[in-house]
T-cell receptor, first 111, second 115 residues
């Protein structure tokens, strides 16, 4: 089955800095890659996603890049703010809606 | 996206007992998913629930421990049976987006503590 590796496990940045979280996947058949943000005590919320036929997608301060050849994808957050502090999960979908999650990255943004 | 609710939001249970968690969606969906999130961990898929058929369980999860019902297209239940402290987790249901099936949205979760 699919295996998703996520790094780093924790990431501390100063407000205004950029943050990058990286994931690799094992199954070349995976075709959809969502990113979820989970604040403490809350449900995971979809923040951005990318399909395998797209190399990059941007939504305001967040962007995701995908390298199908290398089987890795990354989340980029620019101009970080304290409210960006949360746990971020990458995931890969193989087939129809079978989500495999990475282990998560705890992002801490200090004012 | 669909509005998803879960009941109960949290519970404290004694070992050996069972708890049934409900998931309600405000629109009809073909598939519903149940996940477990152990403390400080990622999400792990337990099973996929389809209306009118048996749930499909992932490796490491069995029907006797986690029986699932899916009586209609807007509702599902997950039962955690014969609980032990190791079952203490957040249990979440999710549903696919109606237009973009690969995208999943999560319910608020049920926080379970087993003593």
């Amino acid at each position: 089955g699919e295996n998703v590796e996520q790094h780093p496990s924790t990431l501390s940045v100063q407000e205004g800095d950029s943050a990058v979280i990286k994931c690799t996947y094992s199954d070349s058949a995976s075709n959809y890659f969502p990113w979820y943000k989970q604040e403490l005590g809350k449900r995971p919320q979809l923040i951005i996603d990318i399909r395998s036929n797209v190399g990059e997608k941007k939504d305001q301060r967040i962007a995701v890049t995908l390298n199908k050849t290398a089987k890795h994808f990354s989340l980029h957050i620019t101009e970080t703010q304290p409210e960006d502090s949360a746990v971020y999960f990458c995931a890969a979908v193989t087939g129809y809606s079978t989500l495999t999650f990475g282990k998560g990255t705890m992002l801490l943004v200090s004012p | 996206s669909a509005v998803i609710s879960q009941k109960p939001s949290r519970d404290i249970c004694q070992r050996g007992t069972s708890l049934t968690i409900q998931c309600q969606v405000d629109s009809q969906v073909t598939m519903m998913f149940w996940y477990r999130q152990q403390p400080g961990q990622s999400l792990t898929l337990i099973a996929t629930a389809n209306q009118g058929s048996e749930a499909t369980y992932e490796s490491g999860f069995v029907i006797d421990k986690f029986p699932i019902s899916r009586p209609n297209l807007t509702f599902s239940t997950l039962t955690v049976s014969n609980m032990s402290p190791e079952d203490s987790s957040i249990y979440l249901c999710s549903v696919p987006d109606m237009r973009r099936g690969e995208t999943q949205y999560f319910g608020p979760g049920t926080r379970l503590l087993v003593l």
